[in-house]
């Protein structure tokens, strides 16, 4: 079976944001970036998934972007993915674009399913799975934590408000991925040499509008500090007066 | 005939959820300054007090009803909503950002051929257009965007607009039997998770840090939320510890929250968990160490021991409570 995985390269959550010049884009000086931390999830599933099916089964990671998303895909070859394919595109897309190019080339390749972190850290839509899926006319699940695949059958638990929902569906389909499906494996050391020898295929991605567009961004008013009432819980008083009386939250 | 803007309501058990009123309270405020007519939508099997939402500004629900719509099914909600929403012409769909939102959204907007902004925060109309404001990098900026697509899907967060009531309007409810629905991704069961209320539902939350010490001390922890009505959170440390569950986790990598009251106890604010939980409208912190960033985002705090700190405030809340 061929199984995809989809990954994006985002810049490491510890980063702290400063505004571009042009205002639509973030200033990238001295940001680290990493691959998705959903997305190494998405990878260990596909991984997990291979494994189970055996035969002659391939991984393939594929990423929209510019040549900087190699780092990510060569992070995913070296944990284990078999092929690495960049759809390449220096131009920014929004969720759609992205999700266009992605369910070309998953058709094209043939994929019968499809691994995607639950949402990239950078503008954390959420969307870009059900969006790929929908225009492939697959089945979708997405912020999974449970995943069995028996046959073209698949049992899912995804997470939502108070609880998981299990979902039943068929192949083909997407797969969105969330913190506690798995543990992510660590490349070894053989996988990294590996991983750094093996050739990136590089594609134009297809074609497609963007349909939102991004007319300004800015850093959220910084709040003024407020007030330590005490170091004991001689202050624990006069802080639920407060919250009473002054917020009326309680 | 004035073009449509839909507001899907969203049941569960038969019952709307609070979010639907305030997809209402947005959808009738957009028509107004729009000039478009507004509906609600909700599909399901029976759904109970589809009557409230007259009070919300909306005066006609459509109710795409089959038996087997008690339980979501992403197919099924697709095919019913965007069918109806071609048959009327709807221009708008506004959705709540829930775990039901987000998966039906970005659907509808493929069969709808439109765009999606999802997580709203604000939803302003310049010039005959629509402006949202949304997060990102989990609330550490925010963009301004806009659709340029014929139809739009916005998707709101919970908790943040305002449902505003409306007294005095009666509402008509037209039933849509929705005949062979597409199942072929349906909800089979559900499994309630051992917390009494949900992080992103919640309007107080208690969130507990590495200051706790151990695991077994947030039953501190639980006491407080549980006089407070509240849901337990709890910052990344702690869930990579095992100490906590995945689902309470606040922050970049876990949930962004906005709740009315944000009690952050034993947690000293990294970037991470900062961004998940600043949009709070008010915020405490308890912790030992005065210097903690968790401060220099907090309305009020107490820098001190709180084991000694909130067995006495959950003593406190509770008299007044009682």
């Avoid at chain 1, 092929?83 to 929004?94: A, F, T, V, W």
């Avoid at chain 1, 590996?194 to 134009?204: L, Q």
């Avoid at chain 1, 300004?216 to 500090?225: A, E, F, R």
């Amino acid at each position: 079976m061929k199984i995809a995985v989809c990954v994006s390269h985002v810049p490491d959550t510890a980063t702290r944001i400063k505004i571009g010049a042009d205002r639509k884009t973030i200033d990238p000086t001295g940001v680290t970036y990493i691959i998705n931390p959903y997305d190494e999830f998405a990878v260990e599933e596909a991984l997990k998934t291979k494994e189970k099916i055996g035969g002659d089964s391939i991984v393939y990671a594929i990423s929209v972007g510019g040549d900087t998303n190699k780092e990510s895909i060569r992070k995913a070859l070296a944990m284990g993915v078999d092929e690495g394919i960049l759809l390449k595109d220096d131009s920014i897309r929004d969720s759609f674009g992205i999700a266009h190019a992605l369910a070309d080339e998953i058709k094209s390749l043939g994929c019968e399913i499809a691994f995607f972190g639950k949402q990239s850290v950078d503008f954390d839509n959420s969307i870009t799975g059900q969006v790929t899926a929908e225009l492939l006319g697959y089945n979708c699940v997405p912020v999974v934590v449970d995943f069995k695949l028996e046959g073209s059958k698949i049992t899912a638990e995804r997470e939502i408000e108070g609880g998981r929902e299990v979902v039943e569906t068929e192949l083909p389909a997407i797969i969105t991925t969330q913190k506690g499906l798995n543990e992510p494996r660590y490349a070894s050391l053989k996988g990294i040499m590996a991983s750094k020898k093996k050739t990136i295929a590089e594609k134009a991605a297809a074609q497609s509008p963007n349909h939102s567009e991004i007319i300004d961004m800015n850093l959220p008013t910084s709040k003024q500090p407020g007030r330590i009432l005490g170091t004991d819980s001689s202050a624990v008083a006069e802080l639920v007066k407060l919250l009473r009386e002054e917020a009326k939250v309680i | 005939m004035a073009n449509k803007i839909l507001a899907i309501l969203e049941q569960r058990e038969g019952s709307l959820k609070k979010v639907s009123y305030e997809v209402a309270s947005v959808a009738s405020k957009l028509a107004k300054e729009l000039n478009l007519e507004v509906e609600a939508v909700v599909v399901g099997a029976d759904v109970n007090d589809l009557n409230n939402i007259s009070k919300y500004g909306i005066q006609k629900v459509i109710h795409l009803k089959n038996s087997e719509f008690s339980n979501y099914t992403s197919s099924g909600y697709t095919e019913a909503i965007s069918n109806y929403s071609k048959e009327v012409n709807a221009v708008c769909l506004i959705v709540g950002n829930t775990s039901l939102g987000n998966d039906l959204a970005p659907r509808l907007a493929v069969k709808l051929n439109s765009g999606c902004i999802t997580d709203c925060v604000n939803l302003q109309v310049e010039s005959g257009e629509v402006i949202a404001t949304r997060p990102i990098y989990a609330g550490k900026a925010f963009t301004k965007a806009k659709l340029s697509s014929v139809v739009k899907v916005f998707t709101i967060r919970p908790n943040v607009f305002k449902a505003e009531l409306n007294e005095n309007e009666t509402c008509n409810i037209e039933i849509k039997e929705i005949s062979s629905p597409n199942l072929k991704s349906k909800v089979v069961s559900f499994k309630k998770s051992e917390g009494k209320l949900d992080v992103a539902e919640a309007d107080i939350i208690v969130s507990g840090g590495r200051g706790m010490k151990g695991p077994e001390n947030f039953n501190l922890i639980e006491s407080l939320a549980d006089s407070l009505g509240a849901a337990v959170g709890a910052s990344r440390a702690v869930v990579d510890a095992g100490w906590r569950p995945h689902r309470e986790q606040v922050g970049q990598t876990g949930k962004t929250v906005s709740p009315s009251l944000y009690v952050a106890c034993g947690i000293s604010g990294a970037i991470q968990h900062l961004a998940g939980m600043s949009t709070s409208k008010y915020i405490v912190a308890i912790n030992k160490d005065k210097d903690a960033p968790i401060f220099s985002v907090a309305d009020y705090g107490i820098a001190g021991d709180l084991f000694e700190i909130l067995p006495v405030l959950t003593e406190e809340i509770k008299k007044i409570r009682s």
